[in-house]
């Protein structure tokens, strides 16, 4: 991003650099970042990738949830009639 002052960097500086977190910021550039990191580990003994693609499937499917609930809220408040108030029991009763 422009005026950030964020270092973009080519896959083969992870392999010097080695970091100790790599923070995907666009989804779509998730597989192509992942095989990167699958073919250069970037600590010794092995692959140090996090299962991202199971984490970003939880978070989805939480959205999804949290987005139906939001929906059915919105459609329980919409099929309200509104003649109804909320002190519709008090005045029943007299």
Known sequence: ???TG???VAPDFLATYRPDLVV???PVYLEEILRD???RPLHEGGS???DFRRLFAA???FWLVVLGILVLTVLAVALVP???SP???RREQH
Do not use: P, W, Y
Request: aromatic content about 4%.
């Open 6 to 8: 964020q270092e973009i």
């Open 59 to 61: 978070v989805k499917r």
């Open 82 to 84: 509104s003649n109804i």
């Open 87 to 89: 002190d519709f029991e």
């Open 24 to 26: 995907i910021m666009n």
């Open 48 to 50: 140090s990738l996090m």
């Open 37 to 39: 990191i699958e073919a």
């Open 1 to 3: 991003m422009a005026g």
